[in-house]
């Protein structure tokens, strides 16, 4: 997913002398405040109407459980885990996951659905060559509307 989308995504045509709505929605995956030059532009002419500097300053999530794993670096072949998720609510979820560094995970399934107060096992690949030292992973469970229900935390010691 990208950090900054914008709705609607298809070009739109404006009548003159109205207003049309722009729907922003930011999805960092660090904290840390971020920059975004959004610009609207005719699309017959090439010329540009307006530009908008947009910033959004996000702090740390809240991270409601730590997971540490010590794995094998530089090597060919990638390792597995599994952690546990329990859905807290009295009915059955639909959740999305998305990693703080897609480069070093991958999900077994990026989307689960959980019963009510069910427990579901989160599938993680991590991918294989990664250099030794330990690095900090965020996992962020989100509902199907993509607002952060929980965010877990994943250290990794390569060796």
Request: proline share 7%.
């Amino acid at each position: 997913p990208r950090p900054l989308q914008v709705s609607p995504r298809d070009e739109f045509t404006l009548q003159p002398d109205s207003v049309h709505e722009v729907s922003l929605r930011v999805r960092p995956l660090s904290a840390g405040t971020r920059s975004h030059l959004l610009s609207a532009v005719d699309t017959e002419s090439l010329t540009m109407l307006n530009c908008w500097l947009v910033c959004a300053s996000c702090s740390p999530p809240v991270i409601s459980r730590e997971f540490e794993f010590r794995l094998p670096a530089g090597g060919a072949k990638g390792s597995s885990k599994r952690i546990k998720y329990t859905n807290p609510y009295g009915e059955a979820r639909k959740l999305e996951l998305q990693a703080s560094r897609p480069d070093l995970v991958i999900f077994k399934e990026d989307i689960f659905e959980v019963a009510a107060r069910g427990e579901y096992s989160i599938g993680l690949r991590f991918v294989p060559g990664a250099a030794r030292g330990t690095e900090s992973i965020l996992i962020f469970i989100n509902n199907t509307e993509g607002d952060n229900e929980e965010t877990l935390c994943v250290r990794v010691t390569y060796d």
